[in-house]
């Protein structure tokens, strides 16, 4: 994607991670700046609520002058101011779900102010339960605030009819049912939205972890193999420096071509460019083990090998090529494949049975990937077998 730009922020109060889509034009904006307007501007939308409570404080305000009056003026006050505090704290995608044994009384409180609010403006102050249920959804989150809709209904349908004066307001019920479903479908979609951005961040995060992981096995693969011929060439021209200056000369241009052989590897590894196939690693094998002195068996040809496990091979090849030459200590060396299996043996001493370095890690990862498996165990040489092989394959 050449015109969007993905990237990753930590401005969440809880420090979750948030990945995010900038368009080409507006990377100047501040980070977040989008979000944080929708902090401000979802709890101004969903205060507007508040103004279905003038039809209360209307209907007090139009009541006889006295005590009652300005009881009910004020509980639809607290009433709205409540409310409002519930929304700026507890709405949208950051807020948390407040423990039921402060939930309990503050919603009673809020049942309180309704029941004020009915001194004077009789049946309308029930108007004030529709802001009950909304408020009980937003601090539990949880289908158990759906029995407040249930008991408000109750209520409107039974106390109009038993307060002498009262007029019956069913239609609330309606109102009532309604905001409840909606504002606990909405808690559940913007939890299900944030649970899937934190799911897709951990799955960036497993991602970057991942290509680490990968990069840090090939820079072993790659550098451990071939700085150590480099360390076996460098160390025979040294001792052929006095006895056959022209071989000793010639084993440092090999040291050289190495060399830079190794950083193309390097550079063409990071630039996902490298490529490595069995023909080259059995020809660099073969090349490394003569000019280690060690004698070596190496097939001559990969028909046989299915294309699928070429790759894992050549890495197999360079692997235990990288140990014979550096832990063995051989004489020795066969290696044998087949259409389903590799070994590497030598004569030599090996490394102990329960040490396994960087190199045979990554190769297990690379077997594992590739449907096979990797065995270590004594070669019947009397030194150390590498094995690779399918699944199906018999050891």
Same mark, same amino acid.
């Given at each position: 994607?050449?015109?969007?730009?993905?990237?990753?922020?930590?401005?969440?109060?809880?420090?979750?991670?948030?990945?995010?889509?900038?368009?080409?034009?507006?990377?100047?904006?501040?980070?977040?700046?989008?979000?944080?307007?929708?902090?401000?501007?979802?709890?101004?939308?969903?205060?507007?609520?508040? $103004?279905?409570?003038?039809?209360?404080?209307?209907?007090?305000?139009?009541?006889?002058?006295?005590?009652?009056?300005?009881?009910?003026?004020?509980?639809?006050?607290?009433?709205?101011?409540?409310?409002?505090?519930?929304?700026?704290?507890?709405?949208?995608?950051?807020?948390?779900?407040?423990?039921?044994?402060? +939930?309990v009384p503050f919603l009673a409180g809020q049942g309180v102010l309704v029941a004020l609010a009915c001194l004077a403006a009789d049946q309308d102050g029930l108007v004030g339960?529709?802001?009950?249920? @909304?408020?009980?959804?937003?601090?539990?989150?949880?289908?158990?605030?759906?029995?407040?809709?249930?008991?408000?209904?109750?209520?409107?349908?039974?106390?109009?009819?038993?307060?002498?004066?009262?007029?019956?307001?069913?239609?609330?019920?309606?109102?009532?049912?309604? +905001?409840?479903?909606?504002?606990? %479908?909405?808690?559940?979609?913007?939890?299900?939205?944030?649970?899937?951005?934190?799911?897709?961040?951990? $799955?960036?995060?497993?991602?970057?972890?991942?290509?680490? &992981?990968?990069?840090?096995?090939?820079? *072993?693969?790659? #550098?451990?193999?071939?700085?150590?011929?480099?360390?076996?060439?460098? &160390?025979?021209?040294?001792?052929?420096?006095?006895?056959?200056?022209?071989?000793?000369?010639?084993?440092?241009?090999?040291?050289?071509? #190495?060399?830079?052989?190794?950083?193309?590897? @390097?550079?063409?590894?990071?630039?996902?460019?490298?490529? $490595?196939?069995?023909?080259?690693e059995l020809a660099g094998a073969r090349q490394a083990f003569d000019s280690a002195a060690i004698e070596a068996v190496v097939p001559g040809t990969i028909d046989e090998v299915p294309d699928e496990?070429?790759?894992?091979?050549?890495? +197999?090849?360079?692997?235990?090529?990288?140990?014979? #030459?550096?832990?063995?200590?051989?004489?020795?060396?066969?290696?044998?494949?087949?259409? &389903?299996?590799?070994?590497?043996?030598?004569?030599?001493?090996?490394?102990?049975?329960?040490?396994?370095?960087? %190199?045979? *890690?990554?190769?297990?990862?690379?077997?594992?990937? +590739? %449907?096979?498996?990797? &065995?270590?165990?004594?070669?019947?040489?009397?030194?150390?077998?590498? #094995?690779?092989?399918?699944?199906?394959?018999?050891?």
């Amino acid at each position: 994607m050449t015109s969007w730009y993905r990237r990753v922020r930590e401005d969440w109060p809880q420090g979750d991670t948030a990945l995010y889509v900038t368009r080409p034009g507006r990377e100047d904006l501040p980070p977040g700046r989008a979000r944080r307007t929708m902090r401000v501007l979802g709890p101004v939308m969903g205060i507007v609520w508040a $103004v279905f409570l003038l039809q209360p404080w209307q209907a007090a305000w139009d009541s006889a002058a006295g005590w009652e009056r300005v009881v009910s003026l004020l509980a639809v006050l607290a009433l709205a101011f409540s409310f409002a505090w519930v929304v700026f704290t507890h709405a949208g995608p950051h807020g948390r779900t407040m423990p039921l044994r402060r +939930a309990v009384p503050f919603l009673a409180g809020q049942g309180v102010l309704v029941a004020l609010a009915c001194l004077a403006a009789d049946q309308d102050g029930l108007v004030g339960l529709v802001f009950i249920c @909304v408020s009980g959804i937003f601090l539990l989150r949880d289908p158990r605030a759906l029995g407040l809709a249930l008991g408000s209904s109750v209520v409107i349908v039974v106390v109009p009819r038993l307060v002498p004066g009262w007029e019956t307001i069913d239609d609330l019920v309606i109102s009532v049912v309604l +905001a409840s479903v909606a504002v606990f %479908g909405f808690t559940q979609l913007v939890m299900r939205n944030r649970q899937l951005q934190v799911a897709r961040d951990e $799955v960036a995060v497993l991602a970057v972890e991942r290509e680490r &992981e990968r990069i840090a096995r090939d820079m *072993h693969d790659v #550098l451990g193999h071939s700085l150590t011929v480099i360390s076996v060439k460098a &160390e025979l021209a040294a001792k052929l420096f006095e006895v056959d200056p022209a071989r000793s000369r010639t084993e440092m241009l090999e040291v050289q071509t #190495l060399a830079r052989t190794a950083l193309a590897d @390097v550079r063409g590894m990071v630039t996902a460019t490298r490529a $490595v196939t069995l023909a080259g690693e059995l020809a660099g094998a073969r090349q490394a083990f003569d000019s280690a002195a060690i004698e070596a068996v190496v097939p001559g040809t990969i028909d046989e090998v299915p294309d699928e496990l070429r790759v894992l091979f050549a890495w +197999a090849i360079r692997e235990g090529t990288t140990n014979v #030459l550096r832990h063995s200590a051989a004489s020795h060396v066969q290696i044998a494949m087949t259409a &389903e299996t590799l070994t590497v043996d030598d004569d030599g001493t090996g490394p102990a049975a329960d040490e396994r370095g960087n %190199g045979l *890690h990554g190769l297990v990862e690379r077997a594992r990937s +590739a %449907g096979a498996r990797v &065995e270590v165990s004594t070669s019947p040489l009397g030194g150390f077998r590498l #094995l690779v092989t399918t699944r199906e394959a018999t050891p």
